[in-house]
């Protein structure tokens, strides 16, 4: 079964590219032997070829390194000792992972902000995903030095890729004024569109880290700070986008699902931390070596016995662990959480 992207449309700032697809995802032999049940699936994408513009960029060829960026662990084979359910939900995530996700980016609005010595203006963003029912939208807020550092970033690996690529500059007067502005929210706009069809770019941690880094900082110091509901209320935001950007590499998201897991348990919602954490350990069940592995095991062997559900198997996985494993002292999931992005 072919999945395939429909080019992104751009104004007059920057060309239109077609977007790229993920490349081929195929399940592995290990799998029949596993369980006879679960039936391999095959996926192939087809690149569309770029349509000619006056200011083009030349995608570079395929390069084995690159596409490791940010994604070259996703493809694990399962191994034998995993149960059924747990072979059946791991296929599960491996299938939905092959599916296109395509995001599209706006910047409807404007504000300026004005400090005693400082005045910029912040660019809102809102990044929706097509092609599903799913209705959710994300919204952050950037500054032109923000784009500004992204872009000096970026091309200290994606050189050739963005070798025509052109930034809005910075005026020495008059950038505050609406037409500046209003020229800069429509470049801007087509800037983020054009970055995130270079399959690369979009996959990388530069790219994901400006779209996601500023609001993971903030909610992790209110964490810190006992803040649990602020914490929660942004860190809840900003995993949607996170598993859209990561689609991939589901392993990305689980410092912000457990921390999503400490909130919760903190502030006594249970049955939610524990949601949370299910959702986290699905995505670690090749990663036993995972940082968060054992300290996530730990705190939902404790939620499952708070909740009266089963946590015997739980209980085993700790056991074959730690019977793997030199006795060494690890963090409880709230400390190793507190220690995220801390400057």
């Avoid at 996700?101 to 004005?114: A, D, G, Q, Y």
């Avoid at 030095?145 to 872009?151: A, G, I, R, T, W």
């Avoid at 941690?205 to 700070?225: M, N, S, V």
């Avoid at 909740?307 to 074959?320: I, N, V």
Wanted: charged share 30%; proline share 3%.
């Amino acid at each position: 079964m072919d999945y395939t992207c429909t080019t992104a449309k751009t104004s007059s700032a920057f060309p239109s590219f077609a977007m790229e697809q993920d490349p081929e995802c195929t399940a592995e032999r290990e799998l029949s032997e596993a369980a006879s049940t679960i039936a391999t699936f095959s996926i192939t994408d087809e690149e569309q070829s770029q349509p000619k513009a006056e200011i083009s960029c030349e995608l570079s060829k395929e390069n084995p390194e690159k596409d490791n960026l940010q994604d070259s662990k996703a493809s694990l084979s399962p191994n034998s000792s995993m149960t059924t359910k747990e072979l059946q939900e791991y296929w599960r995530n491996e299938k939905s992972q092959c599916r296109q996700v395509k995001l599209l980016f706006e910047i409807p609005s404007t504000r300026i902000v004005e400090h005693q010595w400082s005045k910029y203006v912040m660019y809102k963003i809102i990044i929706l995903q097509t092609g599903s029912f799913d209705s959710s939208k994300s919204v952050i807020e950037r500054r032109y030095s923000d784009f500004e550092k992204l872009h000096r970033n970026l091309l200290e690996d994606f050189s050739e890729e963005m070798e025509d690529m052109t930034f809005p500059k910075k005026a020495l007067t008059g950038n505050f004024t609406d037409e500046i502005i209003n020229e800069r929210k429509l470049a801007f706009k087509d800037y983020l569109r054009l970055l995130y069809s270079m399959k690369y770019i979009r996959r990388s941690k530069k790219f994901i880290d400006f779209l996601t880094k500023p609001e993971l900082q903030e909610a992790y110091g209110c964490l810190r700070g006992g803040q649990y509901n602020k914490a929660l209320e942004i860190l809840l935001e900003v995993i949607g986008l996170q598993e859209r950007l990561t689609r991939g590499n589901p392993a990305a998201t689980v410092p912000t699902l457990c921390a999503i897991v400490v909130c919760h348990k903190d502030l006594g919602n249970a049955a939610s931390a524990f949601e949370y954490g299910e959702k986290a350990l699905s995505h670690l069940c090749m990663r036993s070596s995972h940082r968060y592995y054992i300290p996530l095991l730990e705190a939902m062997i404790t939620l499952a016995y708070e909740l009266g559900k089963d946590f015997l198997s739980l209980q085993e996985k700790l056991e074959e662990w730690k019977a793997k494993k030199d006795p060494v002292r690890v963090f409880s999931l709230k400390e190793l959480a507190v220690r995220e992005y801390v400057k």
